[in-house]
């Protein structure tokens, strides 16, 4: 099971951190992605990192804003999202596959997902 938390209203400009925690303590042994969907649009991949917990890869969209960070210890991904924009408003999931990438296809858990709202 994945329980994403963090989502919230912000201003433009603002910044957020999301949190997603695993029960499972296989949760090191995966890799982790962040997702979002917005309205009308398909789940779109944001943020990902292999289960070595090396560099993080980012949507184009999001590069240099966004940081994936992951704590096995504590079976926790975090995304630090800053200079947000309305644009990304969005509902953001987590979700874990057996990939060094995940994907929307491959991923094999996911959560139920915290609601970003960015004002403009």
């Known amino acids: 099971q994945l329980v994403e938390s963090g989502g919230g209203l912000v201003q433009a400009g603002g910044s957020l951190r999301l949190s997603c925690t695993a029960s499972?303590?296989?949760?090191?042994?995966?890799?982790v992605g962040w997702f979002r969907q917005a309205p009308g649009k398909e789940r779109e991949l944001v943020a990902g990192?292999?289960?070595?917990?090396?560099?993080?890869y980012y949507a184009d969209s999001v590069k240099g804003r966004f940081t994936i960070s992951r704590d096995n210890a504590k079976n926790t991904v975090y995304l630090q999202m800053n200079s947000l924009k309305p644009e990304d408003t969005a509902v953001y999931f987590c979700?874990?596959?057996?990939?060094?990438?995940?994907?929307?296809?491959?991923?094999?858990?996911w959560g139920k997902g915290t609601l970003v709202t960015v004002s403009s």
């Open positions: 499972a303590s296989t949760f090191s042994s995966y890799a």
């Open positions: 979700a874990v596959g057996p990939y060094a990438v995940v994907t929307v296809a491959n991923a094999d858990y």
């Open positions: 990192m292999s289960w070595s917990a090396g560099s993080g």
